[in-house]
């Protein structure tokens, strides 16, 4: 009771009330509790209570009433014990945590009963992250009492399996959508805030990346802005003004186009109109960068807005995602991406959602982040406005443009296609429900007639939802009608893909093993032959490699075969291929003229050859050389490596892959080691998990190896065309690229095949060294782990067991 009044003063002193006990950070809480074993689970209670006593600031909940959780929260920390009694311990802190919902104020269950059901009490602490949460304390409890005397090795390595169970893996879904299809608006309404984004056509910005997930840290309202470097910003003040040049009356050229009013527009939101007739030098002068320091800093490059209420941190972040009309300047030019952070949002905990530019950006920090982030989309959202679906351009040229990033170069499992306004659907002969109907159909049917989309996606991948936001944030006053507006599909769907029950089952499966080995190396007893079980473990794993190693080397083999193909194609079309990006077609069939060309081509050398327009205007010289290679291997990547993660990389071979420890517990013939063989089963799991995780990242930079070496062999040949000026600038750009592709396409392309099959081979290695390293060292260490200096687990492993059985699938 003295630590548990120690700590109360302490806060007291302080001057810790009900606000700022929430906000507590790492940090702070160190230098309050000192000592790591309290600090770690006070910590951990805090996490707790956040959860659980979700407070509106509006409200007049006293501070009294947070003391006593905190009391509580204390006391609980004083009277858990190392390691035995952990049944009790968890009913214990279950009881703490069913009390403390209880005293919620009325004015909290209100506010979530006015959330459109986003904010339910079970939807705030479900019952996997229930059972999450107790094992992680648990398993914390477990890593603190392993002795430091005894088996040494068998301590590092179970210190090891327990740090290792922590995975916070984000889902990403994707939001893609034309100015004023509805984006904003229907991510305001997913998450039941109707003004955190601005919505609106006038004044929006599509090149800054905003990702909207929960504040899972304090009950603050935050954005985390990320500026792009001040190196990338005057590359890009060079691009703006080959495009604007110092001659004011060109704006009023009638051949002026989108491009040229979106280079105005960024160049007026930074420097209003002092950035006419200056330099590139004058115009990086830090005093056009007041009020946002960090982008000149390099060692912080971002700034964190805090606010309690989201109407103040919505007007503050307008400044940096589009052009303020109420402010004199706008940052949005110089940001590449904003992370919004928002509280008592439990749809979110596991899930991130992000609203994309279209097709990338010009500037290539910002472009190359664009390009991670939608092959880090397990999910997209293509928002187009319902009455013209199927037939909106833009909605499938986006679609188009991203579906390589996405597929082969991606993990997009799931295309959702929302047509968004379905409240506003004008019914004639058909109903309004009859509409949305045959609005799915067309889309369908459009989508089928896609080859750069079918390449990567099946017709599986994609579903069709019509939606009204505005209908569903005022529900209240007008009733849904499921058949038009399906948002309640699509906050299912996100339920599904936050639920962490896989994320729950995978720690607790782990934790299961672990315990298991721990209470195993505490029998002396053993009446078989240990020798004999680990031969015949080591046999299986020998089999089960060399089926591995068998299907790695055919994959290769057929990759080999695609890709010999592509480089004979890529050398005898590259010419052709140039061409249609050097000599582009106007609408009318006829060539461009050079006038507008010239400075697109010009920023595209000078960009490493790309250039995206706002107009529509896209050159990507690096990806259409390397289109023949990508075309021959597609399809044999797509089955290599499927985003469908029920069907596994390598025709599921690593999936297959198995040690038959559970048919050697259920022939009983092992019973003295099946403490032991668990674990083994946790491990293999385990390694399957990690491999899949590994395969998933690394096979997007096997699939962007080829453009990423056409375009290294490119490099001297841009440098040099971005040198050229003067009278037949086009001319000579056009001939420098065409000469440096014929002269270098007996190399180039085979160069680049050679890099993917290496990258490819390297992947494989690497997955066979971590089978070996991992089953080997584990079947080691469990058969001679014999200890009894290791704590008793045993209520401990009961009551993980028990979570497990309730947890796996059935």
Wanted: a neutral charge.
């Amino acid at each position: 009771m003295e630590s548990q009044q120690l700590y109360i003063n302490t806060f007291q002193e302080q001057e810790i009330d009900e606000e700022s006990f929430y906000c507590l950070n790492d940090q702070e809480i160190e230098k309050m509790i000192p000592k790591a074993g309290p600090r770690t689970k006070f910590k951990e209670r805090l996490r707790l209570l956040k959860k659980q006593n979700i407070r509106n600031p509006d409200t007049g909940d006293s501070f009294a009433q947070c003391q006593q959780e905190h009391e509580e929260a204390v006391l609980s920390v004083q009277d858990c014990p190392s390691t035995s009694g952990t049944s009790d311990r968890g009913k214990r802190r279950l009881d703490l945590q069913d009390e403390s919902s209880k005293r919620q104020s009325p004015s909290v269950k209100r506010r979530r009963d006015l959330s459109v059901g986003l904010r339910s009490e079970n939807a705030m602490f479900s019952s996997s992250e229930k059972i999450l949460s107790d094992v992680k304390s648990i398993m914390s409890r477990v890593s603190e009492s392993l002795p430091d005397q005894g088996n040494k090795e068998l301590k590092e390595f179970l210190e090891k399996k327990i740090r290792d169970l922590e995975t916070d893996r984000k889902e990403l879904v994707g939001v893609f959508g034309k100015t004023g299809a509805g984006k904003s608006s229907l991510i305001n309404a997913i998450i039941g805030e109707k003004n955190l984004l601005p919505s609106g056509i006038g004044s929006a910005c599509t090149s800054v990346i905003i990702k909207v997930e929960a504040n899972m840290q304090n009950m603050n309202y935050e954005a985390d802005i990320e500026f792009i470097a001040k190196e990338d910003w005057k590359e890009e003040l060079w691009t703006l003004s080959n495009f604007l040049g110092n001659n004011a009356h060109q704006e009023n050229d009638q051949e002026c186009d989108k491009d040229y009013r979106d280079a105005i527009k960024k160049m007026s939101a930074l420097y209003g109109e002092e950035w006419r007739n200056k330099s590139t030098d004058d115009l990086m002068d830090p005093k056009y960068f007041k009020g946002i320091t960090e982008f000149l800093d390099p060692k912080r490059g971002r700034k964190l807005l805090k606010y309690l209420t989201i109407g103040k941190l919505s007007s503050e972040l307008v400044k940096f995602t589009r052009t303020d009309r109420n402010s004199k300047k706008s940052f949005w030019p110089l940001v590449k991406c904003v992370t919004v952070r928002v509280p008592n949002i439990p749809l979110l905990h596991h899930v991130t959602l992000v609203d994309l530019p279209g097709n990338g950006d010009h500037n290539k920090t910002r472009d190359n982040m664009w390009k991670q982030v939608v092959g880090c989309c397990s999910t997209v959202w293509i928002v187009t406005e319902i009455n013209r679906a199927a037939s909106e351009a833009e909605a499938w040229e986006i679609l188009e443009n991203a579906s390589s990033h996405m597929g082969n170069g991606g993990e997009c499992q799931h295309i959702h296609f929302i047509c968004t306004k379905s409240d506003l659907v004008k019914e004639s002969e058909q109903s309004a429900a009859d509409v949305c109907t045959q609005t799915k159909t067309d889309v369908k049917e459009e989508f089928d007639t896609r080859p750069k989309i079918k390449k990567h996606f099946s017709g599986k991948c994609l579903e069709v939802l019509t939606v009204s936001s505005e209908e569903f944030l005022s529900q209240q006053v007008k009733p849904l009608d499921p058949q038009i507006n399906e948002i309640h599909r699509l906050l299912a769907f996100l339920q599904d893909l936050n639920d962490c029950h896989s994320e729950t089952l995978n720690y607790v499966s782990g934790a299961h093993g672990i315990l298991s080995l721990i209470q195993g190396a505490r029998r002396r007893e053993w009446n078989g032959n240990k020798t004999d079980v680990s031969t015949a473990l080591e046999k299986k794993m020998r089999n089960g490699l060399q089926k591995v190693k068998e299907i790695m080397k055919k994959t290769y083999e057929a990759f080999e075969k695609c890709l010999n193909k592509g480089v004979e194609e890529s050398k005898s079309s590259c010419e052709k291929v140039l061409e249609s990006v050097l000599y582009p077609e106007a609408q009318d069939g006829t060539k461009k003229s050079g006038r507008g060309f010239c400075k697109i081509l010009k920023c595209a050398v000078k960009n490493g050859g790309t250039y995206i327009s706002k107009a529509g205007t896209t050159v990507r010289l690096n990806m259409n050389l390397a289109s023949c290679l990508t075309d021959s291997i597609d399809e044999e990547f797509r089955k290599t490596f499927p985003n469908d993660r029920n069907s596994g990389p390598f025709k599921g071979v690593i999936s297959s892959f198995s040690l038959g420890t559970e048919t050697m517990m259920r022939e009983g013939k092992y019973k003295d080691v099946e403490l032991q063989l668990i674990f083994l089963k946790t491990e293999e799991d385990k390694i399957k998990t990690k491999l899949n995780k590994i395969i998933r990242e690394e096979k997007k930079k096997v699939y962007s190896s080829l453009t990423t070496t056409i375009e290294e062999n490119m490099q001297e040949c841009y440098d040099n065309a971005a040198q050229i000026d003067g009278d037949g600038m086009l001319k000579n750009m056009r001939e420098t690229i065409e000469v440096h592709v014929h002269d270098s396409k007996d190399i180039m392309f085979q160069r680049a095949k050679n890099n993917m099959l290496d990258q490819l081979r390297n992947l494989m290695g690497k997955i066979v060294d971590e089978l070996i390293k991992t089953m080997q060292e584990s079947i080691e260490l469990s058969l001679k782990a014999d200890d009894d200096s290791f704590p008793d687990v045993s209520a401990e492993l009961v009551k993980v067991t028990k979570y497990y059985d309730e947890l796996k699938p059935k």
